[in-house]
């Protein structure tokens, strides 16, 4: 087999790749046009391995995308490239619509044109994998059931609006042409290799620098925190179960609100690198909300644990004490970054 990954050196295309790479004997091809996000160093493993190819290309690149189909002939799609930061959504909305609603229609006329080729045999076995976001579904408050699969959708911001229009269009090819393809929405991820301006490792390197930390509102609102290790593999086992017209909700339910989740960093920090100034909760800053800001999302995984034989291992305590340690021992990757360009940055709140 030969899987097509886009965004495979993203925070979570990377974890993927990585897991199917040492769990499998699969040939990767890895497409990432390598935008400010991109990490190779999560890849540098894996930087002579035969398995893994990577082609630099940008997924709104129809004849790259066409060529990329014709020289590897992939069985597996799995489609992560996606610009994914609801911040810079809103203050950048066109290159989200771009890269998430336009990137999404070509890769999937590329994919179903190279699908409509194939042997009868092949054309069956063939999987297209979309990964979204639970952002799709809206804003829940105390008490709503969950996100599933039937959940009605309600984006909010720029960003979940084009993810919604992706997941559309992955569903409206899978039932007029008849593209075997299906659909994964997962909760807020979080690990090693996060860039520095998503909230766990944002808040982890303030913190570190004894930077204030900036919570939006009252720092209330709830997220579902999935560590990304186990999203890889719940991806992995989808891309070869799923079955096509599908809907996987994944999720590890793991709900806490902002400022839970900020306290529990400054305390596992202070439990790992104690500061001599004192508790890094004292850091804690709560500033302006920002516009549109859903209040809680939450998944019920129940359908996709049944139907991958899959459960989320990690509880949050564990996933973050990791996470921090893994950050702690990495500030040769992190400084750089933080430094250049986004020293200072506002806090986020997407995984």
């Given at each position: 087999m030969t899987i097509l990954i886009t965004g495979g050196f993203g925070f979570i295309g990377s974890a993927v790749v990585r897991h199917l790479l040492a769990t499998t004997d699969q040939v990767i091809v890895n497409i990432d046009k390598l935008t400010y996000a991109a990490t190779p160093a999560s890849l540098a493993m894996h930087a002579r391995n035969p398995r893994h190819i990577h082609i630099r290309a940008d997924i709104c690149d129809a004849e790259a995308m066409h060529a990329a189909f014709a020289a590897h002939r992939p069985t597996h799609v799995m489609h992560l490239?996606?610009?994914?930061?609801?911040?810079?959504?809103?203050?950048?909305?066109?290159?989200?619509?771009?890269?998430?609603?336009?990137?999404?229609?070509?890769?999937?006329?590329?994919?179903?044109?190279?699908?409509?080729?194939?042997?009868?045999?092949?054309?069956?076995?063939?999987?297209?994998?979309?990964?979204?976001?639970?952002?799709?579904?809206?804003?829940?408050?105390?008490?709503?059931?969950?996100?599933?699969?039937?959940?009605?959708?309600?984006?909010?911001?720029?960003?979940?609006?084009?993810?919604?229009?992706?997941?559309?269009?992955?569903?409206?090819?899978?039932?007029t042409y008849g593209l075997p393809a299906f659909v994964s929405n997962t909760t807020n991820n979080y690990g090693p290799w996060q860039f520095p301006e998503k909230l766990?490792?944002?808040?982890?390197?303030?913190?570190?620098?004894?930077?204030?930390?900036?919570?939006?509102?009252?720092?209330?609102?709830?997220?579902?925190?999935?560590?990304?290790?186990?999203?890889?593999?719940a991806l992995a086992l989808a891309l070869f179960r799923g079955a096509p017209g599908e809907t996987y909700c994944i999720g590890p339910r793991q709900e806490r609100s902002n400022l839970q989740v900020v306290q529990a960093i400054c305390a596992t920090l202070d439990a790992l690198r104690p500061d001599p100034a004192g508790p890094r909760a004292r850091l804690i800053t709560f500033v302006r909300d920002r516009p549109g800001h859903d209040f809680r999302y939450a998944m019920d995984p129940s359908g996709a644990e049944a139907a991958l034989g899959w459960r989320a291992r990690y509880d949050f305590e564990t996933g973050l004490r990791q996470t921090v340690e893994w950050y702690l021992a990495n500030e040769a990757w992190w400084r750089p970054i933080r430094e250049g360009h986004y020293a200072g940055q506002r806090l986020g709140t997407k995984a």
């Open positions: 490239a996606a610009e994914s930061h609801v911040d810079r959504s809103i203050d950048g909305p066109a290159e989200f619509i771009r890269t998430n609603v336009v990137g999404t229609q070509v890769l999937l006329e590329a994919a179903r044109a190279y699908w409509a080729a194939l042997e009868p045999a092949a054309r069956a076995a063939f999987r297209f994998h979309h990964v979204s976001t639970d952002e799709v579904f809206g804003s829940l408050h105390h008490g709503d059931a969950p996100f599933g699969p039937t959940t009605p959708y309600d984006p909010r911001s720029p960003y979940s609006a084009s993810k919604a229009a992706s997941d559309h269009l992955v569903r409206a090819w899978q039932h766990i490792p944002l808040v982890t390197l303030n913190a570190l620098d004894g930077k204030t930390l900036p919570v939006y509102g009252d720092g209330s609102n709830v997220r579902d925190w999935l560590h990304v290790d186990d999203h890889a593999e």
